[in-house]
């Protein structure tokens, strides 16, 4: 099988051939011997024999600043039909050396659909349509996000991976449930490469300006920058903001760089942690642009081995924008019969990877494994369960940079203590805190509940937590990461608890009051078919409960519609 992909969302206008002699129906080509599951391993990163991946790029570079739309568009519409051509080429010599004889190169057109820019997102459509309508193939529209996911996937062998896409435009973090791919976490302001380079814009460096924030840091200082992590969702513009000031400030511009990587990525690699443990996974890929930085790299590598999971990079030209990821996928969902009539071809420049129909086989979910009695690797603690006690251990993440990570363990500890005992003060469920020992970042709580939420979820329950956040927002703080698994349930409906309040903080702000629930929504999504339904209930038990619920509850919708999908 051969496959023409052809991709142009904003910068890079790259047409790519894929070419596998395995049966893309069997799925038994994702699962490479010896493939690379660690970012600084030395075995190569290359398809095998049976596979081959011929890329043609021809990138746009700004003369300054970032991405102009109009420039972009320009640049695709000379450059996408000579790619385009050159990749076709490539398809018939290889058509003619292995003795083919058909009027056809390739076996489909594969395009990315979006998202990106519309400008540049039709061009590349309508020369899909061209090539597909000229040799008579089938047509197959790809999300760029999802993409990112699959050719790390496919060059890894992983079963079900969580993906972390670190891109331009976008940041996020991925898992696979049920046909779809649920996004369990997202940047709540901007992508996390657009945010690097207006840092680098306001130092009057050219675009891109990730690698060379990557250079300078190599001989900095690290200097504290704002932390913003709210569950599994994250948010950069403070950070920048912050990193500015501290050049405009005298900063060394190396030190500032040092600081802002080893924020920004620790901030990622967290909410990868987060996911996997959510999800119960093992298994995480790295996708987009942004995933190059070394340092990125050495931290995600760092943070799966603490935990025991295993984690893959794919080479360099996979992880920034390239046909070749669409070619891939678009193969994939060739073999699945998942191809599209020209009339229905349209683009979507918002097109959110959630929305995306997982018609190829996208490996299953991990079985989860009783936990009572063990020492359970959470996302940021060890939790030792005893008879009638639980212990919480902060330990060092060896990943996070020394400074930050001993601050992030002090705070969280403080503020769990703290917000726990409030939230009981206020009437809501919370386990009693027998000890707190704050030099070794180790809390002592009442052993409460049989069962994680996600594990025992119902209407009535999720309805309680609604009523719980509601309280505490009343109250003037929020718990800051209100996951199913930070939910213990009793044998009873009523028996509803609210547990791991280290990311609370005290506001009265209904933005913060809406990122509460937008977490819990998130993490239903990512843990049930029956999310919506239960959302729906959610929202009607804090709408009743909360002074404040309708004008907090609009917020959640204005959050929900952010998505940096463009």
């Given at each position: 099988m051969r496959i023409l992909g052809i991709e142009g969302t904003a910068w890079a206008a790259s047409a790519a051939v894929f070419e596998t002699r395995e049966d893309e129906r069997s799925e038994s080509s994702g699962r490479r011997a010896g493939a690379q599951r660690h970012a600084n391993s030395d075995v190569p990163t290359t398809a095998s024999d049976d596979d081959h991946v011929f890329i043609e790029t021809d990138a746009y570079q700004p003369e300054s600043g970032g991405i102009h739309p109009r420039e972009a568009a320009e640049?695709?519409?000379?450059?996408?039909?000579?790619?385009?051509?050159?990749a076709l080429a490539h398809a018939r010599e290889r058509a003619a050396?292995?003795?083919?004889?058909?009027?056809?190169?390739?076996?489909a057109v594969a395009f990315s659909r979006g998202p990106g820019l519309g400008p540049c997102l039709r061009i590349v459509a309508t020369a899909a349509r061209a090539v597909a309508q000229r040799l008579d193939v089938p047509l197959v529209g790809v999300n760029h996000m999802v993409a990112h996911l699959e050719v790390g996937r496919y060059f890894s062998g992983f079963d079900a991976p969580v993906c972390l896409n670190a891109s331009g435009a976008n940041a996020h973090v991925l898992g696979y449930r049920s046909g779809r791919y649920r996004v369990l976490g997202e940047t709540m302001d901007t992508g996390v490469g657009n945010a690097i380079d207006k840092f680098t814009r306001h130092l009057g460096w050219s675009h891109p300006g990730g690698p060379k924030v990557e250079e300078h840091a190599r001989d900095g200082e690290y200097v504290d920058l704002p932390y913003v992590v709210k569950g599994m969702d994250f948010s950069f513009s403070g950070i920048m903001s912050a990193a500015k000031q501290a050049v405009d400030d005298d900063e060394a511009i190396e030190n500032v760089c040092r600081g802002l990587e080893e924020t920004v990525f620790a901030m990622l690699a967290e909410v990868a942690e987060r996911a996997l443990s959510l999800t119960d996974a093992d298994e995480l890929v790295l996708g987009g642009g942004v995933g190059q930085n070394q340092r990125l790299q050495s931290m995600l590598a760092e943070m799966c081995d603490q935990r025991g999971a295993d984690f893959f990079a794919p080479e360099p030209r996979f992880l920034r924008d390239n046909a070749g990821m669409i070619a891939i996928l678009g193969a994939r969902m060739y073999a699945a019969g998942d191809t599209l009539p020209i009339e229905a071809s349209g683009i979507d420049s918002d097109y959110r990877p959630d929305q995306v129909d997982v018609t190829w086989n996208a490996g299953e979910p991990v079985a989860r494994a009783g936990h009572d009695?063990?020492?359970?690797?959470?996302?940021?603690?060890?939790?030792?369960?005893?008879?009638?006690?639980?212990?919480?251990?902060?330990?060092?993440?060896?990943?996070?940079?020394?400074?930050?990570?001993?601050?992030?363990?002090?705070?969280?500890?403080?503020?769990?203590?703290?917000?726990t005992s409030e939230a009981r003060r206020h009437g809501v469920?919370?386990?009693?805190?027998?000890?707190?020992?704050?030099?070794?970042?180790?809390?002592?709580?009442?052993?409460?509940?049989?069962?994680?939420?996600?594990?025992?979820?119902?209407?009535?329950?999720?309805?309680?937590?609604g009523r719980h956040l509601a309280t505490i927002h009343d109250a003037g703080f929020v718990h800051g990461d209100p996951t199913t698994r930070n939910v213990r349930v009793g044998p009873g409906d009523p028996s509803t608890f609210l547990i791991d309040f280290g990311l609370g903080y005290y506001t009265r702000d209904e933005e913060d009051h809406a990122m509460d629930l937008h977490v819990l929504d998130q993490s239903l999504a990512g843990t049930t078919d029956e999310a919506e339904d239960?959302?729906?209930?959610?929202?009607?038990?804090?709408?009743a409960t909360s002074e404040r619920g309708g004008a907090v509850l609009d917020q959640l919708a204005a959050i929900e519609g952010r998505g940096r999908y463009q």
């Open positions: 640049h695709m519409g000379e450059a996408v039909p000579e790619v385009v051509e050159t050396a292995a003795g083919e004889d058909t009027g056809a190169p390739v076996d009695g063990d020492e359970i690797q959470g996302a940021e603690a060890v939790v030792t369960i005893e008879d009638d006690r639980v212990i919480k251990e902060r330990r060092p993440r060896s990943y996070r940079h020394p400074v930050l990570d001993e601050r992030l363990r002090a705070e969280r500890t403080r503020q769990e203590a703290r917000l469920p919370t386990p009693v805190i027998h000890d707190v020992d704050l030099a070794a970042d180790r809390i002592v709580f009442q052993r409460v509940g049989e069962a994680e939420l996600r594990d025992a979820l119902t209407e009535q329950r999720v309805r309680a937590v239960l959302q729906t209930a959610l929202a009607a038990a804090y709408r």
